[in-house]
């Protein structure tokens, strides 16, 4: 057996696993399971500015003027996964692809919402060109953009930071929801995301907040309790089109869910995913992109991991309402 990332696809369900032994030696500073904003852990973060020699050699930063790659002076930077979940150096049956992570900010904060709308907007919009970066390999299908806060949630490190794992396929649960929405399209000739935003803003019961571009909404259907979903209000399939003051808006709206998360769920642990289409796809009409922000409100067990069928002890229509109350106004 070799150490090699190996992408392997189960035979039944079609589901894709990368198996990748060598991450087994990464560091787990958050290793046992504590309250999200525990004490912390600035000693020794590698992702503090001062430790760039911690991390392999940056492939995108936004920087002061002069200041030299891989030393200090940055205010967003990204850098190859040390521990990469798949390799760029493909070998027949080895896992291609490349995993990056993206150190949010030089200074040690771990809560996401504790940065100003004008970075997060930065961080969003490095993740338009990492997507455009990767769009131009043609070995690569898709990005999987996602953020794990919390060692309940998977995060390794407490600084803030976002992955960006590019693959050579479609995973699951995207291909679930594109053939999910091709097939709802060719039905009723409208995409489902558009009609989503269309009914909840019209119901209202779950809309937690809205600005010009985005809403946020508690999910019909959640996985979690709080779980929600920001869409574009207009039809918008790819990620990459996102413009500087949307991004911006967005930001802001991120900010102050999370905010009201913290308050009305006692700060969880919590993935955010972006789903967007797949890359080089065009603009599908019956595609939308979006994030979804998932709380982990309780830990899965057999019926959610046997089954893929979620319990959710707060319906979504009383979690918008709390979200709602505890909304920063601005
Ligand atoms: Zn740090
Ligand atoms: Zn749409
Ligand atoms: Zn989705």
Known sequence: ?????????????????????????????????RPRCGPAAALACPFCEGAEHDTPHEVYALRAAGSAPNGPGWRLRVVPNK????????????????AEVLIDCPEHVENPADLSDAHQ?????????????????????????FKNVGAEAGASIAHTHSQLIALPVVPGLLQAELSGAEAHFARAGHCVFCELVERERTDGTRVVAETAYFVAVAAYAPRFAYEVWLLPKEHAPCYEAIADGAALELAGLMRRVL???????????????LHTSPLRAGDLPHYHWHI???????????????????????????????????????
């Open 83 to 98: 521990f990469p979940a798949l390799q760029t150096l493909a070998k027949p049956q080895a896992a291609y692809g490349c």
């Open 1 to 33: 057996m070799s150490d090699e990332p190996e992408l392997r696809r189960d035979p039944v369900t079609g589901r894709w696993a990368v198996v990748a032994p060598a991450r087994a030696a990464r560091p787990h500073e958050l290793g046992d399971a």
């Open 121 to 145: 907007r930065d961080v969003l919009c490095a993740y338009r060109a990492r997507l455009a970066a990767h769009a131009a390999d043609p070995r690569l299908a898709h990005v999987a953009v």
């Open 259 to 273: 905010r009201a998360l913290d308050a009305v769920a006692g700060a969880p642990a919590y993935n955010w995913f």
């Open 292 to 330: 979804e922000l998932m709380p982990r409100t309780a830990r899965p067990a057999g019926l959610e991991w046997g089954f893929g069928a979620h319990i959710v002890t707060v319906a979504p229509e009383r979690a918008a309402s709390a979200l709602r109350a505890a909304l920063p106004a601005q």
